[in-house]
């Protein structure tokens, strides 16, 4: 699942107000990817989503695993969803970061 929704019992900061249906969302971690072609151009997908109307633009994103590292997670998302990799990107993950996982290397 990528999110857990209760409703909740809470009181106001200065304890005049009870509110009975307040709405608490829980959500998993994600991350949403930056990509950008050797021409300067950003990579977007055009979609349709739930309760937006019309066509919309949305980065390479994904949820983090659970014990996956978040650059581990955005190098499988770009992986998956463009089938690209790089490996600038990973010498400078591994640069910056330490050694990474590298099973996405091209």
Same mark, same amino acid.
């Given at each position: 699942?990528?999110?857990?929704?209760? &409703?909740?019992t809470v009181? !106001?900061?200065?304890?005049? =107000?009870?509110?009975?249906?307040? &709405?608490?969302?829980?959500?998993?971690?994600?991350?949403? &990817? #930056?990509?950008?072609?050797?021409?300067?151009?950003? #990579?977007?997908?055009?979609?349709?989503?739930?309760?937006?109307?019309?066509?919309?633009? !949305?980065?390479?994103?994904?949820?983090? +695993? +659970?014990?996956?590292?978040?650059?581990? !997670?955005? =190098? $499988?998302?770009?992986l998956e969803?463009?089938?690209l990799g !790089?490996?600038?990107?990973?010498? $400078?993950?591994?640069?910056?970061?330490?050694?990474?996982?590298? $099973?996405? $290397?091209?």
């Open positions: 699942s990528f999110a857990r929704c209760d &409703i909740h009181v !106001s900061e200065d304890g005049q =107000k009870v509110f009975n249906d307040w &709405i608490f969302l829980e959500e998993v971690n994600a991350v949403n &990817i #930056v990509v950008q072609t050797a021409e300067g151009k950003f #990579v977007v997908f055009k979609q349709y989503k739930y309760a937006v109307p019309g066509e919309t633009f !949305s980065p390479v994103g994904g949820f983090v +695993d +659970d014990g996956e590292h978040p650059w581990t !997670s955005a =190098k $499988r998302e770009v969803e463009l089938g !790089s490996s600038a990107t990973l010498e $400078r993950v591994n640069t910056n970061f330490g050694n990474r996982d590298d $099973r996405f $290397r091209n």
